[in-house]
């Protein structure tokens, strides 16, 4: 009853078994032995849509998983793991499988593997999100919501007063918007692919740019948001839209774009598209760790991403800051992955082997590799944990570079373990762009003349991979051979390579006489001109491989990319225009990355000035962000003379004995 909250102890209790026979699920006449779990053999007792209240009267469902001996709870009190989703509390998490097991598991499943093992697991559904009241606003009522939330359980006579908390992506969001706020209990986290350090650079803008993976998020969540899923009209007008359609014939406006019949979630879309500049709107709890380092939980926190994921730079920003910060020990984990797929050995069309998985490389799986950093610090168990790497990361490449027998390259990789982040030994090295698309440390030429490109806003250069998610049916995230084709929107026939459309310029080094590895954020400094009040550069890293048997025409794999807009070249807070034709220095800063390009390979760097639909495109007027109706093409200088240097920093790390 709407208002009303539910006491844990009133609702109808089920074992967990009868849950899931109902459901159908395979799990139901599972049950550990007692010596696998190191606890006392129990079942799991369930009590569902219990409402949270919080401090402005929403109420927030919630389920509590709790451990049961004879159909009833077991007396004591118990650690709490907590997830705050907005997908649904008892829907299917698709990354919570394993290397050997495809099949995901439900969170009914998640759940009863920590409550066999002495947790209580406890799911809720995020403020106006699946049986939740109030109305979603996204990220921003995470911190509070999750202070309240936090307040309730550590007030529960079955908590012994400690909570760890976990969740991939939008459930790593609300773990470092309760960690922001402080939230009490709080005993150790687990962030797996999110957690906002500044939204403004990773995950909503990035350089300036609108990141449109929020429209297509957004248009797919609408779906089950209670308003339309209720209502069989609204339903059907949503499923009606054609998505790649709209994105076919932008720009929009609010009130005329594919979430149009979702005002809620065009609200809250077209309010972070028209923030372009940094203002106080950037700077809120929820999406802005960086201005809470100081309050944020002192407690044992684990920092997982991936290199085709978009928030690696969420997680070595947030490591960086709070190692350095917090007495409870930090640790950060990149692999080779996109968006939470850790049990995956491939990403896009590149395979990096047997060894890319967390199952057998961290743990013997994901849900081992959470248990041991919950044992630790939420029971106090000895099992080593305290004592592991501060970093693991995976270094990709040096594999065979053939076609495997699913069709991918076999780009290959390994394993390494790190005492910090920056590894300490980097070498941060300068590679100048010149006029005959030469990548080198050598210093450019005297009077080397400009490059100029023309950049049509109507015609971008298409997004192939990269840090991408939630982008379907319109962009797809991973490694991939940087050429168009049907698979990729915008990509035209013949579907020729990238380099060889006339706005890319491109560079590269000689075949390399030796292995360089690259870990570490990646820089462009560039000197640049337009012929209009503002545009955008982009810079992207390739790893070339050379022609071969499997690739007659060679394999440009990209690694990572950035984009800058150029109205932000000297401050995100007071943007300036470009003074037309004169020249202007700015900088992209391009997501981290580790690969080895090996003996043979090329170093490649492109620039250009679109990335669609990964970012929306500049209309280059300098119109307001998300505003601009009317568009033009923009004639674009890069200068590559002495003088006037353009250059890529690449962070080089020695090789070790």
């Not at 773990?175 to 709080?186: R, S, T, V, Y």
């Not at 944020?296 to 960086?320: G, Q």
């Not at 026939?493 to 006489?513: G, I, K």
């Not at 995100?572 to 900088?587: I, K, Q, R």
Request: net charge neutral; glycine share 10%.
């Amino acid at each position: 009853m709407e208002g009303a909250l539910i006491e844990p102890e009133r609702p109808t209790r089920r074992t967990l078994a009868g849950l899931l026979a109902a459901a159908g699920a395979c799990l139901g006449a599972w049950r550990p032995a007692a010596a696998e779990m190191g606890e006392t053999p129990c079942d799991v007792a369930l009590t569902s849509d219990v409402m949270i209240p919080t401090r402005d009267g929403v109420l927030l469902a919630t389920d509590i998983y709790r451990p049961a001996r004879g159909g009833k709870n077991a007396p004591g009190r118990f650690p709490v793991i907590l997830e705050r989703t907005p997908y649904g509390k008892t829907v299917v998490s698709r990354s919570e499988r394993t290397a050997s097991n495809p099949k995901p598991m439900s969170r009914a499943e998640v759940a009863r593997f920590f409550v066999s093992r002495g947790y209580i697991v406890i799911y809720q559904d995020c403020r106006g999100r699946g049986a939740s009241q109030g109305k979603f606003v996204k990220y921003l009522s995470d911190g509070a919501d999750g202070y309240d939330t936090c307040a309730w359980i550590v007030g529960q006579p079955w908590c012994d007063g400690k909570i760890g908390t976990m969740g991939l992506s939008y459930a790593a969001h609300t773990q470092g918007a309760l960690g922001c706020a402080n939230a009490p209990g709080i005993a150790a986290m687990f962030l797996d692919s999110g957690g906002f350090a500044n939204a403004y650079q990773g995950g909503i803008r990035q350089g300036g740019a609108f990141e449109l993976k929020q429209v297509t998020w957004a248009y797919s969540e609408a779906l089950e948001s209670p308003w339309i899923a209720g209502d069989p009209g609204r339903l059907a007008a949503m499923k009606a839209v054609d998505i790649k359609a709209w994105f076919a014939r932008m720009p929009w406006t609010k009130g005329h774009s594919p979430l149009s019949g979702a005002p809620e979630y065009e609200d809250y879309v077209f309010e972070q598209w028209e923030h372009g500049t940094f203002d106080a709107y950037w700077k809120q709890m929820g999406i802005y760790a960086e201005g809470f380092y100081d309050k944020f939980s002192d407690a044992p926190m684990t920092h997982m991403s991936s290199w085709y994921d978009p928030y690696p730079r969420t997680a070595t920003t947030n490591y960086i800051a709070l190692s350095r910060r917090k007495k409870g020990p930090v640790r950060l984990i990149l692999g080779p992955w996109t968006h939470g797929d850790r049990s995956l050995t491939w990403a896009g069309d590149v395979d990096f082997g047997p060894a890319a998985t967390v199952d057998g490389a961290l743990a013997p799986d994901f849900l081992t590799l959470r248990l041991r950093w919950f044992d630790c610090w939420l029971k106090g168990k000895a099992n080593g944990v305290e004592g592991e790497p501060a970093v693991r990361l995976f270094v990709m490449g040096g594999g065979s570079g053939r076609r495997n027998a699913a069709g991918r390259l076999d780009h290959g990789g390994r394993w390494r373990a790190e005492r910090d982040w920056p590894i300490p030994e980097t070498r941060s090295t300068t590679y100048y762009v010149h006029g005959d698309g030469a990548l080198s440390p050598a210093t450019p030429a005297a009077g080397a003349a400009p490059l100029v490109y023309a950049y049509d806003p109507d015609h971008p250069v298409p997004t192939i991979g990269g840090t991408v998610t939630s982008g379907q049916p319109v962009m797809v995230g991973g490694a991939f051979d940087q050429r168009e084709g049907p698979r990729f929107f915008g990509s035209r026939e013949p579907y020729r390579p990238l380099a060889d459309r006339a706005d890319v310029l491109v560079f590269q080094t000689e075949p390399l006489a030796e292995d360089i590895e690259i870990t570490g954020p990646v820089a462009a400094r560039l000197t640049i001109a337009s012929d209009g009040p503002d545009t955008d550069f982009t810079m992207k890293l390739i790893d070339v491989y050379p022609p071969s048997d499997d690739y007659p025409g060679g394999f440009a794999m990209n690694i990572t990319d950035g984009i800058v807009r150029a109205r932000y070249r000297k401050s995100w807070e007071h943007p300036s225009s470009l003074t037309p034709g004169e020249s202007a220095e700015v900088e992209i800063d391009a997501f981290p990355t580790s690969n080895l390009f090996k003996k043979g390979h090329r170093i490649r760097i492109d620039i250009s000035s679109s990335n669609f639909p990964h970012f929306d495109v500049n209309p280059n007027t300098g119109a307001p962000e998300g505003q601009g109706i009317t568009r033009r093409k923009a004639r674009n200088t890069l200068f590559v003379d002495a003088s006037r240097p353009s250059c890529v920093i690449l962070p080089i790390i020695p090789e070790r004995a």
